[in-house]
């Protein structure tokens, strides 16, 4: 039913990429009984010929991604030759340079492609591997719900708390109202968690996984005097307990969804800046080589 | 002597277009007093119009039809309508009674005696009935329900402030209200039952949140209900309300009570009235003859309680009515609409002959009366069939001519109305682009009107002729003349089994869906005569391919159909079991329970069986069978069963062969119960009756939105589908859009009959929407969206240069343009880009392939991938 990036189509251009490779090493070795490899043979230029449509053509990925109202093929198919093709370029290029770099728009052009390259290898672990820690952590439940679920736990605490003392109510209210998902750019990344509580005599201390409160009611918890207050703070204890679980659920869920996306905010812009550079290797090569 | 001569009950359309033309007669007669009357139950006139949303864009569908009325209509904004009508009126000399309430009509033609509200009786020698289908609403049935105190209708929640406010009722109205008072007021909603069950899934998520939100001003009181009301002392001050609590009475101060209980439908007036109805349904209809009398003599029902639910449709009959009363035998609007439909036919007659020969050659038809049957084949489609090439060119050479005709015609009367209205000062009319006359049919003999696996559902009577219906591995039936074929799509909603090919100088009567079940709902000899059938051919389909279908008369008289509606048990596990099930429509859950975990072992749909071990060697039903959807099912009990098995018994082994695949799938089922989870989950949301459902695999998205975004670009800026508010569970995401439902309940009440089933399955909505929001109702799964038409955007390579205006997909904050705003909102949903060669716009552009298609018939293949 489901076939993803890598298995489309049986693996078809993995095949391509294998059969670009071979052709690629082929295509070096003639050169080394002549003259020595470099990108000014016949075939450097068939390599970096052959790259620099390459590099075209990943680059149109951006265009058909957006032309929603092409009829050719599927977008999966598309992205799985994108990402075999794309594995290809390392070996091309190189073998079009013949390992020759030094410090000059050529290789800048080659440390881009190589940087586009990477982000992408990377963007692909991500999307192979995020989708299901995100299933994994969801459980069954939408965020809708999970949202749903946390209003609910905040007007048991606030029920629960009304019954109890004004420093217990005062903790529980600092501790809803400081709870933290999300915050500055990092946090998000990170999911790193910022809540804070008011505490009685310790004043606003860090909240993070709700231990503080959670510590403070189970300090208060062995000695109340007034009936039903243990049974109110047991509930309120449970509260915070799946609250703190909640959260963090929501924080991994955000800090996923970041990452799913963050990678191709260096993968495009680079694609740019490799472009520039692309062509300025070329008109270099062409007028004064 | 009676009052009035004709009393005609409620203003809508309808009734306002009746009460115009006898005046009109009453003027021509220089009568001194009006021999009319028109009696209104609310305070002004079309009550149904007044109730629409504010400056609703109202549509004159169906364009085919000319209007016949004194009182004026095109299409137009809601408040232009209703003060052309006001005009009109007055103009006219209307003789209207607003805040005229009908409870009860009594006795026959010359003497009718009509009781309002408050007891006032009006009497009358003919009474036209146009009160419409609406419905009156339901009262909170305590003392002061009628006072101003109380509201049973909300226009716009802004116009109060700062004040308590009670809103009575449970369902999507309520809330809807409940939830736009909170923006300025203090709500409490009262629901008499302990939770919102019958609300839709977005509205129930507001209310449970608002409720739960401290800052919301919105209490809710459970399982309550009003028990008494305290009138407020002067206008402006606040009342109470006694309710009734599981805690005990409670007295509740507000200043007003918005009651949104429902409404009454007509039936029980009818009843009342000594109106005869065709059957138990709470929709059911009178039926009437060619006048629109029902039953009884003098009482004439038209407008949408006729069973026409558009205004141009209720204005015509309106003064066709009065007509017919004043003793003119009129020809109805549509004569040359049926003159250019049967135009191609090999007949020197006209048309009311062809009429009278057709409804008497289809026994099914012959007693219907001649109003409803015209109705019929107005809806429906005339084809014709000839054989050889040189008849076929003709033909079509014919229908061009006949074609430039009438649109000749057309033209030519449109000018004379221009200059009548010229002449008499009337404003000139905004004429409507004239639609294609609808000709006869032509078809090549040979050719197939269905094939096998096609999605259609349009109902087929032979007139002339004969047609070959072959199923795959099934003998051939020929058809003849009177008899009709197509009710097994019909009822079930499944593709088409087998081709249906026509013989030479063939003539069918093709009548869509719509218009079929509308008529089976109005006559019970209709519906029998389809339902006996259908009964024959599902047997002899499932039991007996090689007997001929009226064979199986006798059993098909003795087997048994039975309803189930959602969730209901057919059979429990451990029951015994007596007779097998064979699906007629919908889907059913088999589940098997162990160890306190239950199994989906099987999802048997339309056309196949269950239960048939009760009958083959088990006597205990090994699992429990519920409705998925609601299910029609036939039970044949063991005596039948052997009859049939006895009468062909080629049939034995492939029922074996089918049984022991059931098996086999069960067993596989209870060895990876991860997948009859899943299974479980998707029958729960209701995908039994799905044909073509988008759904997610959440380990392969990345949440990228290009499905949506795609879906927005190829379908005018507008996304159908949403995937982030999709019910979730394991890995799979079953986002809000439209699965194109087996029966798609959208299609039900669409007044302009504006939604459609390609055969390839696809159901759309098509551009004669008029806004009216009944399908986005109706639908269970809440993808009908009502939105205006989306400004248009700058193109990729703009925008990507530029970086101006909105990217690729829905653009939330886009404003609609003055032009959009007029034409008012429309329904919009998922047509499963039914005219793109590359398919769903959606799972091409989904960069993972994440996003699948699929039907229940590719369950197994989804469990496979587990
Ligand atoms: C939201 C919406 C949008 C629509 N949009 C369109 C559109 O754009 N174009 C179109 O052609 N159709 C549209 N329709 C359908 C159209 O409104 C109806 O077909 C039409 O109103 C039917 O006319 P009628 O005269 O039969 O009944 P109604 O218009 O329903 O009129 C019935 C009248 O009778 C009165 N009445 C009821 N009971 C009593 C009683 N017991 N005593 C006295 N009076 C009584 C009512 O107050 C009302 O005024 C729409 C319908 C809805 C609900
Ligand atoms: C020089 C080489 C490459 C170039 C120029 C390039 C360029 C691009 C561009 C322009 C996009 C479109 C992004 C967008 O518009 O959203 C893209 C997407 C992508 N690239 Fe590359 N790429 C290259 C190599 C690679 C490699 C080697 C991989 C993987 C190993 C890769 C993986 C991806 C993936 C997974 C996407 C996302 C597809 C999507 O979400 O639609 N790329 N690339
Ligand atoms: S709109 Fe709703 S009812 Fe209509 S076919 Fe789609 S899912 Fe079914
Ligand atoms: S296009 Fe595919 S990956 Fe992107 S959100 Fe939709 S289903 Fe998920």
């Known amino acids: ?289 | 002597m009676a009052d009035f001569h004709i009393a005609v009950l409620g203003a809508g359309p309808a009734g306002l277009s009746a009460a115009a033309r006898a005046a009109e007669y009453d003027r021509e007669n220089a009568a001194s007093q009006p021999t009319h009357v028109l009696l209104e139950g609310t305070a002004a006139h079309a009550n149904t119009i007044q109730r629409y949303q504010k400056g609703k864009h109202v549509m004159d569908e169906p364009g085919y039809l000319d209007l016949r009325s004194p009182m004026d209509f095109e299409a137009g904004t809601r408040e232009v309508i209703l003060d052309d009508w006001a005009q009109g009126l007055k103009a006219i000399g209307v003789n209207m009674r607003t805040g005229a309430t009908v409870n009860r009509i009594e006795g026959t033609r010359g003497n009718f005696t009509i009781h309002l509200a408050g007891g006032e009786t009006v009497t009358a020698e003919h009474v036209i009935l146009s009160i419409g289908t609406q419905g009156n609403p339901r009262r909170l049935g305590v003392a002061g329900d009628d006072s101003a105190f109380v509201q049973y209708q909300l226009d716009d929640p802004d116009e109060y402030a700062d004040e308590d406010i009670l809103v009575v009722g449970a369902g999507d109205a309520a809330i809807e209200n409940a939830l736009g008072l909170t923006r300025q007021n203090r709500v409490t909603i009262v629901n008499r039952k302990n939770e919102f069950s019958r609300a839709k899934q977005g509205n129930l998520d507001g209310i449970l949140a608002a409720i739960n939100d401290p800052a919301t001003p919105l209490t809710c009181r459970y399982q309550s209900q009003v028990k008494a009301l305290q009138l407020p002392t002067a206008a402006g001050q606040a009342g109470s309300v006694i309710l009734d609590t599981p805690d005990g009475e409670e007295t509740l101060p507000c200043h007003r009570i918005i009651a949104r209980l429902g409404s009454i439908p007509p039936r029980g007036f009818l009843e009342d009235c000594g109106i005869a109805l065709p059957n138990a349904s709470a929709e059911a209809l009178p039926e009437l003859d060619g006048q629109y009398q029902c039953n009884v003599a003098g009482l004439h029902v038209i407008g949408a309680l006729a069973g026409y639910p558009l205004i141009k449709q209720a204005m015509n009959q309106g003064q066709d009515v009065v007509d017919f009363i004043h003793g003119k035998a009129v020809k109805p609007v549509e004569h040359p609409l049926l003159q250019v439909k049967f135009g191609l036919l090999p007949y020197e007659a006209d048309v009311d002959e062809v009429l009278a020969l057709y409804q008497q050659r289809v026994p099914m038809f012959a007693r219907m009366n001649a109003l409803a049957f015209r109705e019929l084949i107005l809806e429906s489609d005339i084809l014709y069939a000839v054989d050889g090439r040189a008849a076929y060119t003709g033909l079509e050479k014919q229908a061009r001519t006949l074609r430039a005709q009438r649109l000749d015609d057309i033209e030519h009367s449109r000018r004379n109305e221009d200059r009548k209205r010229h002449e008499t000062g009337m404003k000139p009319k905004q004429w409507r682009d004239i639609e294609e006359p609808a000709l006869t049919g032509i078809l090549r003999a040979g050719e197939a009107v269905y094939r096998h696996g096609e999605y259609s559902t349009t109902f087929y009577t032979i007139v002339e002729g004969e047609v070959t219906l072959k199923s795959p591995g099934g003998p051939e039936t020929r058809l003849q003349p009177g008899q009709f074929f197509g009710e097994m799509s019909l009822l079930s909603g499944r593709p088409r089994l087998g081709d249906a090919v026509v013989a030479p100088d063939t003539i069918l009567i093709a009548t869509p869906r719509r218009t079929m079940l509308k008529l089976m709902a109005a006559n019970g000899e209709v519906a029998t005569g389809i339902e006996t059938v259908f009964l024959q051919r599902t047997l002899q389909q499932c039991f007996a391919p090689s007997l001929s279908y009226t064979a199986l008369r006798d059993i098909a008289r003795r087997v048994e159909t039975r309803h189930f509606n959602r969730g209901e048990v057919i059979y429990e596990q451990g029951d015994s079991g007596d007779c097998l099930y064979l699906i007629r429509s919908g889907t059913v859950a088999l589940t098997y329970r162990e160890n306190g975990r239950s199994i989906a072992v099987g999802h048997p749909q339309s056309g196949e069986l269950f239960g048939q071990l009760a009958l083959m060697g088990d006597a205990v039903r090994r699992e429990t069978a519920r409705a998925a959807v609601r299910v029609e099912v036939i039970a044949i009990k063991r005596a039948e069963f052997l009859e049939l098995l006895k009468r062909s018994p080629d049939s034995v082994p492939a029922l074996q062969a089918d049984t022991r695949d059931q098996l086999l799938h069960a067993s596989r089922m209870e060895s990876v119960p991860e997948a009859s989870d899943v299974i479980s989950f998707l029958l729960g949301r209701g995908l039994g009756e799905a044909t073509d459902a988008l759904v997610i695999d959440e380990n392969l998205c990345v949440g990228c939105d290009n499905c949506e975004i795609a879906c927005a670009e190829t379908h005018n800026g507008i996304s159908r589908l949403n995937r982030k508010a999709g019910a979730r569970f394991a890995h799979i995401n079953l986002p809000i859009a439209c699965r194109h439902c087996e029966q798609p309940h959208c299609m039900k009440e669409c007044p302009p009959n504006a939604i459609h089933r390609k055969p390839s399955g696809e159901v759309f909505i098509d551009d004669s929407c008029i806004g009216c929001g009944n399908c986005e109702t109706n639908c269970p799964y809440d993808v009908i969206r009502m939105e205006y038409q989306a400004p248009p955007k700058p193109g990729l390579l703009q925008w990507l240069l530029t970086g101006r205006g909105h990217g690729p997909g829905e653009d939330a904050k886009a404003q609609p343009s003055k032009k959009a705003k007029a034409a008012g909102k429309k329904a919009v949903k998922c047509d499963a880009c039914k005219d793109r060669k590359a398919g769903p716009a959606c799972v091409q552009a989904c960069p993972t392939g994440a996003a699948v298609r699929l039907s229940p018939a590719d369950f197994a293949d989804l469990v496979e991938d587990l």
């Open chain 1, 1 to 289: 039913m489901y076939q993803g990036i890598l298995g489309h189509g049986g693996r078809r251009y993995a095949w391509w990429a294998a059969f670009l490779i071979v052709t690629s090493f082929a295509v070096y070795w003639t050169q080394a009984a002549s003259e020595p490899p470099s990108g000014g043979t016949w075939q450097g230029y068939g390599l970096g010929g052959l790259g620099v449509l390459l590099i075209l053509w990943l680059s149109w990925l951006g265009i058909r991604k957006r032309s929603y109202r092409r009829a050719s093929g599927t977008l999966r198919g598309w992205v799985s030759a994108h990402v075999y093709l794309g594995l290809t370029l390392p070996v091309i290029a190189t073998l079009h340079c013949a390992f020759q770099f030094g410090l000059n728009i050529h290789t800048l052009a080659y440390a881009l492609m190589m940087a586009v390259i990477l982000s992408g290898a990377y963007g692909l672990y991500v999307y192979l591997r995020f989708p299901n820690r995100l299933v994994a952590n969801r459980e069954d439940q939408s965020r809708d719900d999970l949202l749903a679920e946390l209003d609910s736990l905040d007007q048991t605490a606030l029920d629960a708390a009304g019954q109890c003392d004004d420093g217990v109510y005062g903790a529980v209210c600092s501790a809803l109202e400081m709870s933290t998902v999300g915050g500055s750019f990092m946090d998000q990344l990170l999911a790193r968690d910022r809540s804070r509580a008011r505490l009685p005599e310790r004043g606003l201390v860090d909240n993070a996984q709700q231990r503080a409160v959670i510590d403070h009611l189970v300090e208060r918890i062995p000695d109340t005097s007034r009936g039903g207050e243990a049974e109110n703070l047991r509930a309120l204890l449970r509260v915070f307990g799946r609250r703190a679980e909640l959260l963090k659920r929501l924080r991994r869920e955000l800090s996923l969804e970041l990452r799913l996306k963050l990678w191709l905010v260096f993968h495009v812009p680079l694609t740019f800046a490799l472009l520039a550079a692309l062509i300025a290797h070329v008109v270099a090569v062409f007028f004064y080589w």
